[in-house]
């Protein structure tokens, strides 16, 4: 007897992600080599780039105060240095709005919008 596979349910944070502001950077640094954004895409992996620091991400999605959120580990590069850190946002009118952090390090609170990438 073969079980049926459980249907997953739609993953509403996949895809391109615009940075729209970070408490701790102003916009000119989040996007001074490209723009700031967040991807998430399949199999709960996606990536990040704000400023210097780029990030592999690796996500879960769940429910938070009954609205769709995000939770993530990333590491990568900072100006070259290894780092590494962890992050949330939650889903609320087709923006995202969460915490990001370095790991023993700085944080910032930080804003994204649904958009196409450039």
Known sequence: MTMAKKAQPKNPFKGY?????????DQDFVDEE??????FGS???????FGYVLGQIDYCTGVRDTNPCVEFTWEDSDEMTPVEGRGWA????DE???MFFFHQGDESEFKAKKAKRK
């Open 96 to 98: 995202i709005t969460g």
């Open 34 to 39: 490209v723009e700031g954004h967040f991807e």
């Open 17 to 25: 992600w615009r940075i729209k502001s970070m408490s701790l950077w």
């Open 43 to 49: 199999n709960n992996m996606g990536s990040f780039q």
């Open 90 to 93: 939650t889903l609320e009118c």
